[in-house]
Every structure is written in C-alpha cells, then in structure tokens.
C-alpha cells in the first residue's frame, strides 16, 4: 500500500468496531432493498465490546499506547462508538457517508483499512470475529489483505512479547497456539475478558474525546455501497416451518412425556 | 461461458477428506463442468477419496510447515489463477480455515465474499446463493454481479455427500509464494480439548444446555443426560461466551452445525445464532421456563418448566431402566 508503519515505544492499537441495530429488538428487512434496516438507533456490537476490552489491556501490560477506534456507518451515528471511548479508547474515526449503505464485505474491509491508514496505522489492529448482525466474519481477514498485514483470526488469548504476538487461537477441536510478528491483525472472539462497563467519568469524558468524521471519498475508496457491491438479492422467501409439535406445561411428571416420546421414535 | 471450472477447497483430517469437503465436490458435480479440488498442504492420502466424489484434478501446496492457512493457500491459488487457470466459482467450507482463505483471495481477485450458504444454483452465468437469516425463519438469495470467479461459503450439511465412483485424482504442485509482509503467522503447539464419546457433530443424540442452567456447576445435568443416552453434550454461545463449557461444545452459527436424529435443548431460548446450528435434527425437545422462547418454535415436545426440576427428573427415570 506504499505506506510506511511508524513503531513508537509505546503501543498503538486500533479496534474495529461496529453499531448495530439493537439485537434485543426484532430485525427487519428493508422491503426495497432487501437489506437490513440499520436506520434506526445503533449501538455497539457486544461482540465488538471484546474487542476494546483487550486493546484497553495490551496497552496496559505495554505500559502505555493508544487505543483508538474506527468504524463506519451509513449515518453519522456515534452512540455505539461513544460507549467504546467511555470504555477508556482515546479517539476515533467515523467513516460515515450515505454511500456506504449496501456496501458488501470486501468493499467494508477497504474502507476500513483506509481508515487504519489514515489513523497512522497501528502496532495491532484488532476486530471482533463477526458482527452479531450481519455474521459475513470476512471482513478482518479481508482487511489484513488489504494493510498487507499477518493476521490471526478467532483468537481467546492474546499476549504481546516485544514485537512477537503469541495467541491462543480457538479451533474446531480446541485451540492452537500460534505466534506472529508485529504489526498484525487479529480477530477476537466473544467472551475472551470481561469487557468493563463504562463509569460515569468516562461517559463524561467519551464526550470530549476527538472523533472524525470523513466520507469514503475523502478516504480515496470508491465505489462504495451498492455501486461498488458484487452482488444483489435476488429474492427473500420464508422457509418452510416445522410442523407444530405439542407443548405442555411442566406440572412435575413431565419428565414422563419426553421418556414417553423418545420411546416412541424407538431411542430408548 | 457458463459456470464451467469450479474449484472446492478442500481439507484433510484423520488421513481422510473431512466430511465438508465431500459434500462441496458432490454439490459441485451436480452444478456441471469440471470440478477441482486446491488443498492447503499435502494431498497424497486423499487424492484417491477427492478424486472418487468427483475432482478431476487436485492441486496441492504441499506442507504448509504451521503456517496459518489464510495467506499461505490464498496466494496459492492466486499464482494458478495468474497462471491461466482461473475458476468461474469457487465453493469454501464455512469454518476457520475456508473463511480465512476466501477472505485473502476476495482482496487477491477484488472480488466480494458470500458466506453462511446452504444452497447454490447455476442459471447460465448467473450464480445465486442462498442463506438463512432471523434464525432460519428467512431465506434470502443473492446473486453474484460482476466478473468470475464468484467465492461462497456454505454451512456444513447443506449437501448430500455422494461417491461419483471415479478414480483418484491427478494432483499438481501448487507451491505457496512469498508471502511478504503477510507471513509469519505460524502455529507453535495444537490443544485437542474433545470429551470422550461420540463427536458433537456426529452424535445420533445431542443434549444442550444453555443460560436457563443459572450457573456452571449445572451443566453436569447436561453431561449425564448425554452419557445416559448416548449421546455428545453440547452449548449455547451464551455459556460458552461465559467460561462454562470449551468453545469445541458450542452448537451455532459460530459453533458447530448438528444435525442428530434427537436434539434436546435445556434452558436455551433459542437465539437465531443458535437455531440456525441445530434447526435440522429430526426430533426437537425443548425445555425452557420461558412459555415465549422462541425454540418452542420448532419443538417437537416442548416443556415449559425449570431444568433443574425437569432434567433431575428425567435422568433419574432414565437410570432406573438400566
């Protein structure tokens, strides 16, 4: 990418984070575009909230740094990243540009990865492993490919050891250890620390805390949104529903109806 | 034209093709055209079974020496791409290593990504792909825009695996470039955290336990019933994201897809994430306090109770048959 990463004695870490719509409310489909509606209010993906949470520690154990934030929305909402500067993050950079909307994932990883770069570039980038509402779980991996970045995806421990990355990397049927040079990128799993709850003070201070606001053209990536997207839906239908089975009330011998039941298909 | 050279990435385990893998080719006969399997790392123990459910032609890295796939196989199959062999599709299993490799090759070939499939069809040049959303209540088809190769991912058991009943298949060398700057990731030790009796996903019975547990401790209710029947234990995402049980035992979108003759669900709501991971076993029972929970939904039986009256219950009336 022609680009030059600064090393500064301290550490820098950038976190990916995205605002998504409230998963405690039912989804929607746009009927005119067939996309997720994400026009109402966002907030900050829980899985993204990992993610903070251990860029807030390896700055610590580094004895000093940075975290900052990028994200990218097709509206200048913020919330969603004010929860994360109040977790303690320094800064933040919002792409947001009407022109995002129905952006596919690799379209994503671009603007993002130009967002990293206008930030300075990082000694880690850091992202959740999938959003909690679109699940494509690209958009890292597609991202080191373009910051010409190692990566390690699923990690559930990350440590740093000078410029050496050690990570426990969760996999099919447990977990490797894997090391990797720095600079990187890596995906974190949810439920990896205890993502803090933000205190008063830092919701007070999240307020004062620079976050700039840039367009996708002004980050040089174009085209964006549906212009820029390698595909369209073609259709959305309802699956065929399971037949509707019996349900009871438990009255403290219903135990006797699933012995009942699996006998009848012959298990027991 | 047409939709006429279509790779599978394919994977080893055990000495064998995994059961993904199978799958992909067999679906990938039946879309037409000839079909090629690109394997990351060595492929001399399982030409003969690839190249039996359907791959003409295997090319293979070679040891990848613990590199992490991603961008070692990505730039694999970029350099044969270069080469002149260029894929109108490409078919990845939806795991680790399929997604990190189709990500790397989507930024290598600008082409996007389609992920968490469960059907494909070919019309001409137009290839469209199907995945379930808002917990497999929705279906929703895309198609592919622009130039080929077209890269998707589909969720395991989307397709039958099915013996084509052809010979091994050729395998060529398809050596893994400098990766550059994007090298370096390379795994140091492998952990096996698998409990004993039949694998998760291959279990005839599977007992989950989710939140409703309240708390670790109680998973044990889960474990015995599984032993009882069987069966393999399993999760939601919620009490794996909670330390209660290993990331391996997780049923879900991210987890592990089942798809047992009988799927016991005790104390799980049934959030999309894990519906659309267990949504295709046969017989469905439910227990859950919540009369709303959405798993009702697709109960065969379900019990609105608490699983620490119900499960204690069961376990002791199942014991006393022996």
Redesign the interface.
Not at chain 1, 172 to 180: L, Q
Not at chain 1, 245 to 250: A, K, L, P, R
Not at chain 1, 254 to 259: A, L, M, N, Q, T
């Given at each position: 990418m022609g680009y030059r990463w600064v090393r500064m004695s301290s550490m820098k870490v950038i976190v990916c984070v995205k605002q998504i719509p409230d998963p405690a409310l039912?989804?929607e489909?746009d009927s005119s575009t067939?996309t997720?509606k994400r026009d109402g209010k966002l907030i900050l993906d829980e899985s993204d909230s990992y993610g903070v949470e251990m860029a807030l520690q390896l700055v610590d154990a580094a004895g000093g740094g940075e975290v900052a934030l990028v994200s990218m929305a097709p509206n200048d909402e913020m919330s969603g990243m004010r929860t994360a500067l109040a977790m303690g993050a320094a800064q933040g950079l919002l792409v947001s540009d009407s022109a995002l909307a129905g952006s596919?994932?690799?379209?994503t990883?671009k603007v993002l990865a130009a967002a990293v770069q206008r930030l300075g570039g990082a000694d880690l980038v850091l992202a959740g492993?999938?959003s909690?509402d679109g699940?494509?779980?690209?958009?890292?991996?597609?991202m080191?490919?373009?910051l010409?970045?190692?990566?390690?995806?699923?990690a559930?421990k990350v440590t740093v050891d000078g410029s050496t990355l050690k990570v426990d990397?969760?996999?099919?049927?447990?977990?490797?250890?894997?090391?990797?040079?720095l600079p990187?990128l890596v995906s974190v799993?949810?439920?990896v620390v205890e993502p803090r709850y933000p205190s008063f003070k830092g919701i007070m201070a999240a307020k004062s805390k620079p976050v700039e606001t840039v367009t996708a053209a002004d980050l040089g990536v174009t085209p964006v949104g549906w212009e820029g997207?390698?595909?369209?839906?073609?259709?959305?239908?309802?699956?065929p529903?399971?037949?509707a089975?019996?349900?009871?009330?438990?009255d403290?011998e219903?135990?006797?109806?699933?012995?009942e039941?699996?006998e009848t298909?012959k298990?027991? | 034209m047409g939709i006429s050279n279509i790779w599978v990435f394919s994977q080893e385990s055990n000495g064998t093709a995994t059961s993904g893998t199978l799958e992909l080719l067999s679906q990938a006969r039946s879309l037409g055209g000839t079909v090629t399997a690109f394997v990351g790392g060595d492929a001399t123990s399982i030409a003969g079974i690839l190249g039996e459910y359907g791959a003409s032609k295997v090319y293979a890295t070679g040891d990848l020496a613990g590199a992490l796939p991603g961008a070692a196989v990505a730039s694999a199959m970029k350099a044969v791409i270069d080469g002149g062999d260029s894929p109108d599709l490409i078919l990845f299993p939806q795991n680790y290593e399929g997604r990190d490799v189709m990500s790397r090759l989507s930024v290598k070939v600008d082409r996007t990504v389609l992920t968490n499939n469960v059907a494909v069809a070919v019309d001409g040049d137009t290839v469209t792909v199907t995945t379930p959303v808002f917990g497999g209540n929705t279906l929703v088809s895309t198609s592919f825009s622009g130039s080929a190769p077209y890269l998707a991912a589909f969720r395991p058991k989307s397709f039958a695996a099915e013996s084509a009943g052809g010979g091994a298949a050729e395998v060529i060398a398809a050596p893994v470039p400098d990766l550059g700057s994007t090298g370096g990731a390379t795994v140091t030790a492998v952990h096996v955290e698998e409990s004993t009796g039949p694998k998760l996903d291959e279990a005839d019975i599977v007992v989950s336990g989710g939140r409703g547990l309240g708390e670790a401790d109680k998973f044990s209710m889960v474990d015995d019933l599984a032993k009882l029947l069987k069966g393999a234990a399993g999760a939601s995402r919620a009490i794996v994201d909670a330390g209660w049980v290993p990331y391996s035992m997780q049923v879900g979108q991210t987890g592990k897809v089942v798809k047992p003759n009988v799927y016991i669900a005790a104390g799980i709501s049934g959030a999309t994430q894990h519906m659309v991971g267990m949504k295709g076993a046969k017989n469905i029972i439910a227990i859950n306090k919540d009369a709303e929970a959405p798993i009702f939904g697709v109960a065969d039986l379900g019990i609105i109770g608490d699983v620490h009256k119900v499960l204690p219950k069961l376990i002791e009336a199942l014991q006393s048959r022996g």
């Open positions: 039912p989804g489909l067939n997720l596919d994932a690799l379209t990883a492993t999938e909690s699940y494509t779980g690209t958009v890292p991996e597609q080191a490919e373009v010409g970045l190692p990566s390690v995806t699923f559930k990397r969760q996999t099919e049927s447990g977990f490797d250890e894997v090391t990797c040079p990187a799993t949810a439920g997207s390698g595909q369209a839906v073609a259709a959305v239908e309802q699956a529903a399971r037949e089975g019996t349900i009871i009330e438990d403290g219903s135990f006797g109806k699933i012995v039941y699996l298909i298990v027991i | -």
